[in-house]
T-cell receptor, first 121, second 112 residues
Framework: DTGVSQNPRHKITKRGQNVTFRCDPI?????LYWYRQTLGQGPEFLTY????????KSRLLSDRFSAERPKGSFSTLEIQRTEQGDSAMYLC???????????????????FGPGTRLTVL | GNSVTQMEGPVTLSEEAFLTINCTYT??????LFWYVQYPGEGLQLLLK?????DKGSNKGFEATYRKETTSFHLEKGSVQVSDSAVYFC???????????FGAGTRLFVKA
């Protein structure tokens, strides 16, 4: 399977514990994105990487959240001192960077993984 | 700011009925527009996209036209099937951007 993979698929933890999720993007993609999706809502952007550089972080990403992509391949998202409000589906996506052509609306599709569902008790 | 608004669900239809799911976006810049679908227990899949005004995206019998004058990107299908039951998300990305902004999603149930 050459799609985006995420592990674990499900994580149940107690409040105050630390958790770490992993994302393996499509191998040719140099952009990697993290989103969070709560029940009944669309995904919300958290952060993204181009290669190993983290280029943007949402204000949703509190100090308890940290994301890394040390070698420009897989990425990890760590949540420290989890709170019940952190319960959500965490989605990873990857893409090529936008191609600059004569059309300023050029865009490369983001391919999403199956997500990691976090439940904080 | 940048936002996407889509009709609330759930939408319940009988098989072979006509489907419309409305989506509007704020007119900031010249975004690319998308519809994603999420089947039960699966990740998001891109259904179709349109990158400029008057473009029509189409896939698997679904269509949506980028309407700049009404800032809309409504999803349509002429004859739905039970297998189309899923949650549909309208989304935008600004020119040269990286962040996808999603609507809240519309759940579709299709009855046999």
């Amino acid at each position: 399977d050459t799609g985006v993979s995420q592990n674990p698929r499900h994580k149940i933890t107690k409040r105050g514990q630390n958790v770490t999720f992993r994302c393996d993007p499509i191998s040719e993609h140099n952009r990697l994105y993290w989103y969070r999706q709560t029940l009944g809502q669309g995904p919300e952007f958290l952060t993204y990487f181009q290669n190993e550089a983290q280029l943007e972080k949402s204000r949703l990403l509190s100090d308890r959240f940290s994301a890394e992509r040390p070698k420009g391949s897989f990425s990890t998202l760590e949540i420290q001192r989890t709170e019940q409000g952190d319960s959500a589906m965490y989605l990873c996506a990857s893409s090529f960077p936008p191609i600059r052509t004569g059309n300023p609306s050029s865009y490369n599709e983001q391919f999403f993984g199956p997500g990691t569902r976090l439940t904080v008790l | 700011g940048n936002s996407v608004t889509q009709m609330e669900g759930p939408v319940t239809l009988s098989e072979e009925a006509f489907l419309t799911i409305n989506c509007t976006y704020t007119a900031t810049g010249y975004p690319s527009l998308f519809w994603y679908v999420q089947y039960p227990g699966e990740g998001l899949q891109l259904l179709l996209k349109a990158t400029k005004a008057d473009d029509k995206g189409s896939n698997k019998g679904f269509e949506a036209t980028y309407r700049k004058e009404t800032t809309s990107f409504h999803l349509e299908k002429g004859s739905v099937q039970v297998s189309d039951s899923a949650v549909y998300f309208c989304a935008r990305v600004n020119t040269g951007g990286f962040k996808t902004i999603f609507g809240a999603g519309t759940r579709l149930f299709v009855k046999a």
